[in-house]
């Protein structure tokens, strides 16, 4: 016996005892026996076996890497322990060492992919070779086996420096430009193995999240750069909340779409079908172009920014998918879940093979339309009903009866010759006399009954009589089944016409060439009845276009009923909850599997998991009705599925018999439904360190994920994950769905770098679109993208995809959008370059550099401001404590909504915190603080530097934090420019306490750097502090309003009046706003700024305001006024006097008068409000009718629909405000029109 066959023997003694493992206890015997054969192999240097061998391990010992960890710990096992054996592995004058039996295995692993990555077999070897190790040094070995084994091996800390590429130094550029900060850093990342699960001794257990993998069959659009932004945010925010995090890539190898695009392929380049060549041949063309886009697919995610464990990646047609795949499907057989059965099924012609339903797409024929279909060289009329006449057979005509004939109304004449009942309503009286008739086929001639069925037919409809076509008709088929009717098709798989359909005729035809020769019969008969204008719906093949045909196939199908129950339950008991709960995927979910038919999982195809069913047929007669099927894992235990199936059936063992596999593959919604037992590892009978996350797109929500948590809770009794994230489908910025057609498709990589029109219109014509079709995309991309795409970088597609993620029902993507974003971006920059500029330049207290916190603990954020401040925090300037107090807030609610994956809320708090806060106010604020001052000595001078740069370096510190998992590029290099090379930064020591947040070695990141945490930022939140500055930026916004509304340019200087109607308020405002009249005066463009206390506002005085920003929170008994003549000097060209002193006017004579000056502003300003006016309405009508739409409250989120609340309110307020001016104004020109 070979070594090779004695494997299997082992493999097959396994199976057979399988079934009384439990009773018997004795599984981990086998694993002995597995070690023994190890040693065997190795002790007779037969180590070319072991892969073989490791194959062998039976699926239900261990998977994939519990398998691959128990075989190199037995590999390294033999090694270091063989030193007894009597065998020398070396010859009998060469003396075994560790090392040399090291050497000798290392290829051999190396060979099967083992490696010391793995964290338990790094710990098996340290402890094997007795080495010792400092805590934190624990599996701290990487690289091959070959390494290990020649002493290559390195400590992590080791590794990390001598592995990285060098950190990206790059010149600080002067303005944004994304194509140059986005290079070099996502391979720098890589290369420092930062999107590995990085374990510490004091780690929390992995988050791992399965990424969707994408199909192969061609580039990744915009609706997939969705889910990598989206799964990406979630994936960096948990690495720098110190999670360890296990983000696995993979593509899908989309059996029917695959197979399609590549014999296009194959017909545009060669002129070839599938069927000219082998299969073998075929299936060699198709892992072509698996290689090209799957490496095409990963250059796409890496240029979005995604910090996937590549290391982990996969394919759904690799080795541990496939043996999944099988041995899922041989256990769903043997317990008699998985069946064969001829049913109705969705068949594509032109393609041959069963399509699922989310492969089938419908379209609404309003009118009559023309239709081009596939390989057709004539289109097809749709949208008409036709009318044929069936007489009555002799015997059931009544000569005093006008009834003759049972006229039927169809869409489909074509299937006239599978024709095998017609139907009327039982309670029809029209036709009560014929119950249990026979009329006769108009073209075949048979005689056909008449029966009688409620479900079916409609008496009000048409004539009220129904054909029957079970062959060819989904509701026909059920009514078939309950009247126990014939199933008789017409159409051959191809969709032409059977030679045995019944009408020589059309024998051979296409069906719709059938169609019109059916109705020319019919005419030519007399039995055609005229036709009619009728609306319909067809279905067509997604990825063909052709016409679906109903037929009647036999498949395999999967009884899914109880997992449906036990997914239904799971929900129900609230082990799986959907995200955002505001949306209707409950519903859907009960809906869904709370009518689940079973699942037709074969397809006619070459490409994907063929399915492992073997077909036994007997040659001798005696037993030819025996035939039936087995299913195995492989091959090699086909000889026993045979054996054991003659046995069960009292067939003599010797009897020949022909065994062939089914030559169709699985759908490939079975085989995605098993990632998690594929891709995970998962195993049944124990406890999961798994995924509680999956994030995908609500269109898939019961192809995919219903199927995955049903195939796991079968094989495991676990969920896969504990929570659904669903985010809704991109369109384009009409709501159309994104079409090559319509040549709205946009590959994010097009956005990212840019794209000439020439270049977009090329794009299409590498595709598959023909003809008319590809000169009308052309023309429809020329339309919206005329100018082509400007590059605007990964970052800002990033950012802008997340931020839609708030339209729940649908995503209308516009690049307009991006561009705004990449405007961010420029702020940001913008915000960093200045912080730079004054760190470099400033004179700065001697050491001084800002501190920053890598890795955040309790306090210690809060601990390292204050220690770096000059002074005391209660005692720090207004602002400081302001923008310290705002950002406190902001990571509040960035937390919460991070926690709740609601990242548009989390990305939307900390843009507005960047630009309200950060930049408009804050930073120009304290743009006077970094100005040199003769008045101040030295001393104050710094430390007026270092407390304001400290304060706004840790608050865009705070702010790239946030911003990271949404724009990884700019804020790693924003970041690195600014904290790692000008601040002084708090890393982690080696020697840390085991409580401690331990980060890996190496050069820091913002990858790894700390989230901010509401407890680290908590004690800077001080209602008080931001009331009083919200007061102060209240009066500076109306400043800017009064001059807006009163349409005075910035040029001119007025003289502003802060009027304080109470007193307690007057006292508190005054000295509050002496602190800043310098910066106030400056932002405000003001001539004066005077402080007044007074019960009334005085007369002549332009007091309301249109004021949207701040209409929600006034400060009552607080008014800014500009006097009336200062409106009308600056309208009439006077001239205004310096900043600090009191406005004159000019006596010129060329001077306008004031009284003309003034009546000229009134009358313009009228024009202009009553504009403004006009304006608002439209817009509050606009609104409200949204509002008032009856589908508002279930599609738009209860957030969403606050805020339009308050729009409402601001749109009012602002239109009264505007009344109140105008009355003001009327007023005003009536007194200065009277004598």
Not at 47 to 75: C, G, H, N
Not at 1114 to 1135: N, R, S
């Amino acid at each position: 016996m070979r070594i090779d066959q004695a494997i299997m023997l082992l493999s097959r003694v396994y199976y057979a005892f399988e079934p009384y493992m439990k009773q018997l206890a004795i599984c981990f015997s086998f694993i002995g026996v597995y070690q023994i054969v190890f040693q065997f192999l190795v002790a007779f240097d037969l180590l070319e076996y072991i892969p073989k061998l490791v194959a062998s391990v039976p699926f239900t010992v261990k998977q994939k890497d519990m398998r691959y960890f128990y075989a190199t710990m037995w590999v390294w096992d033999t090694a270091l322990r063989n030193r007894a054996l009597p065998i020398n592995l070396f010859g009998p004058h060469v003396k075994p060492s560790i090392d040399t039996y090291a050497t000798r295995l290392a290829p051999y692993m190396d060979k099967m992919g083992f490696g010391c990555a793995n964290m338990y077999i790094q710990q098996y070897l340290l402890q094997a070779f007795g080495l010792r190790a400092r805590r934190t040094e624990r599996f701290l070995f990487r690289g091959s086996a070959s390494s290990f084994a020649t002493g290559n091996h390195k400590t992590l800390a080791t590794q990390a420096l001598e592995r990285a590429i060098p950190r990206p130094h790059k010149p600080f550029l002067k303005t944004y430009d994304a194509g140059k900060v986005e290079t070099e850093w996502y391979s720098w990342w890589q290369a420092q193995r930062l999107f590995n699960p990085q374990t510490t001794s004091s780690s929390s257990p992995p988050f791992t999240m399965l990424a969707p993998p994408p199909n192969i069959t061609g580039s990744l659009h915009i609706g997939h750069a969705l889910t990598v932004s989206i799964q990406d945010a979630i994936a960096r925010w948990k690495r720098m909340t110190g999670v360890p995090v296990n983000w696995i890539p993979g593509t899908d190898h989309a059996g029917i779409a695959t197979q399609t695009v590549v014999e296009k392929q194959l017909a545009r380049e060669q002129h070839l079908g599938r069927h000219d060549l082998s299969r073998e041949e075929f299936m060699a063309r198709v892992w072509q172009w698996q290689q090209s886009y799957s490496k095409r697919i990963r250059h796409q995610h890496q240029q979005l920014g995604a910090s996937m464990n590549w290391e982990a990646e996969f394919f759904t047609l690799d080795e541990a998918c496939s043996r999944t795949v099988r041995q899922a499907f041989v256990d769903l057989f043997r317990q008699g879940y998985v069946y064969r059965d001829t049913r109705i099924v969705h068949w594509c012609c032109k393609l041959q093979t069963v399509l699922s339903d989310i492969e089938v797409d419908t379209e609404t024929i309003e009118e009559p339309t023309f239709v081009s279909l596939p390989g057709k060289q004539r289109k097809v009329e749709f949208g008409r009903i036709y009318r044929v006449a069936y007489p009555l057979a002799a015997e059931f005509c009544d000569v005093n009866s006008t009834v003759q004939e049972l006229v039927v109304a169809t869409t489909r004449p074509e299937t006239l010759p599978a024709d095998v009942a017609l139907a009327v309503h039982p309670e029809d009286e029209r036709y009560r006399h014929l119950h249990g008739g026979e009329v006769i086929h108009p073209l075949t001639g048979d005689r056909l009954p008449i029966i009688t069925d409620a479900e079916l037919v409609d008496p009000t409809f048409g004539t009220g009589v129904v054909k029957i076509t079970p062959g060819h008709d989904a509701n026909d088929y059920a009514c078939g089944k309950r009247h126990g009717l014939a199933v008789k098709q017409c159409f051959n798989v191809d969709g032409t016409l059977r030679a045995d359909c019944g009408v020589p005729e059309v024998t051979g035809l296409d069906r719709y060439e059938a169609r019109r020769r059916i109705l020319a019969l019919l005419d030519e008969r007399g039995y055609s009845r005229g036709q009619d204008v009728h609306p319909m719906s067809i279905s067509r093949c997604s990825r063909t276009g052709d016409i679906i045909e109903p037929l009647v196939q036999p498949q395999w199908f999967i009884n899914c009923q109880k997992m449906a129950q036990q997914a239904l339950q799971v929900v129900e008991q609230g082990q799986l909850t959907f995200l955002p709960t505001t949306g209707n995927a409950r519903q859907e979910w009960q809906r869904w599997l709370g009518d689940i038919q079973d699942w037709c999982v074969s397809r006619q195809l070459w490409w994907g998991h063929r399915i492992p069913a073997y077909q036994i047929e007997f040659t001798d007669p005696l037993y030819r009705d025996h035939a039936g099927w087995v299913a195995v894992v492989s091959e090699e235990n086909l000889d026993d599925a045979v054996r054991e199936y003659k046995v069960q059936r009292g067939i003599p063992l010797h009897t020949n018999c022909r065994v062939t596999q089914d030559p169709d593959v699985l759908d490939t919604w079975f085989s995605s439904g098993l990632l998690p037992l594929s891709v995970m590892g998962l195993q049944r009978d124990c406890r999961r360190d798994f995924s509680s996350l999956l994030e995908t797109g609500q269109d898939i929500l019961f192809f995919w994920v219903a199927r995955m948590v049903m195939l796991t809770l079968f094989f495991t009794g676990q969920t896969p994950f504990d929570q659904v994230v669903l985010h809704p489908m991109v369109r384009d910025a009409q709501g159309r769905k994104m079409s090559k057609s319509l040549g709205n498709v946009i590959d994010p990589l097009q956005v990212i770098h840019g794209a000439s029109l020439a270049t977009l219109q090329e794009t299409l014509q590498k595709g598959f679109l023909e003809g008319k079709e590809l000169q009308r995309s052309c023309k429809k991309l020329a339309k919206q993208y005329p100018r082509g795409i400007a590059p605007h970088g990964a970052d800002a597609l990033r950012f802008t995809l997340v931020a839609y993620t708030q339209q729940t029902h649908q995503i209308n993507m516009d690049i307009a959008n991006v561009t705004a974003n990449t405007h961010f971006c420029n702020k940001i920059w913008n915000l960093v370059r200045y912080t730079i500029d004054k760190l470099d330049t400033l004179a700065l207290p001697k050491g001084f550099r800002p501190r920053i916190v890598y890795q955040t603990k309790a306090q210690a954020l809060s601990e390292s401001i204050a220690e770096s401040v000059s002074g005391d925090m209660a005692t720090l300037d207004l602002l400081h404590r302001y923008i310290l107090s705002r950002l406190a807030s902001t990571v509040a609610v960035y937390q919460d909504a991070m926690d709740e994956y609601q990242l548009y809320m989390a990305a939307d708090a900390v843009k507005k915190f960047i630009i309200n806060d950060l930049c408009a106010t804050y930073l120009e604020f304290i743009k006077l603080y970094l100005s040199p001052s003769p008045m101040l000595t030295t001393e104050v001078q710094q430390a007026h530097y270092q407390d304001t740069l400290q304060i706004l370096v840790s608050c865009i510190d705070g702010s790239l934090r946030m911003l990271h998992p949404f724009m990884p590029f700019v804020t790693e290099e924003l970041w690195q420019h600014l904290v790692v090379d000008r601040c002084q930064m708090d890393l982690p020591s080696l020697n840390s306490s085991a409580n401690s947040n331990d980060v890996p070695q190496g050069p820091p990141t913002l990858m790894l750097a700390s989230a901010p945490r509401p407890v680290d930022w908590s004690r800077f939140q001080n209602e008080d502090v931001e009331h009083n500055v919200q007061m102060i930026l209240q009066i500076l916004h109306k400043m800017r309003v009064l001059r807006q509304t009163q349409n005075i340019p910035v040029s001119h200087a007025l003289p502003f009046t802060v009027w304080v109607t109470r007193e307690p308020l007057y006292d508190h405002i005054k000295p509050l706003l002496a602190q800043y009249i310098p910066q106030i005066t400056k932002l405000a463009k003001a001539s004066t700024i005077t402080v007044q206390y007074a019960g009334n506002t005085p007369q002549g005085t332009a007091t309301r305001l249109t004021d949207e920003a701040y209409s929600e929170t006034p400060q009552p008994g607080i008014k800014v006024l500009l006097a009336w003549d200062a409106v009308t000097q600056a309208h009439a060209g006077w001239v205004s006097t310096p900043r600090g002193t009191t406005a004159t006017s000019s006596n010129s004579p060329s001077s306008p008068t004031l009284e003309n000056a003034t009546g000229v502003y009134d009358q313009t300003a009228c024009q202009r409000l009553e504009k403004r006016k006009v304006k608002l309405q439209q817009d509050l009508d606009k609104l409200l009718s949204n509002i008032d739409n009856p589908s508002y409250q279930q599609r738009v989120p209860p957030a969403v629909q606050k805020k339009d609340q308050q729009r409402v309110e601001r749109f009012r307020h602002a239109i009264s405000v505007i009344d109140d001016e105008l009355h003001v104004l009327t007023q005003k020109q009536r007194t200065t029109a009277s004598p």
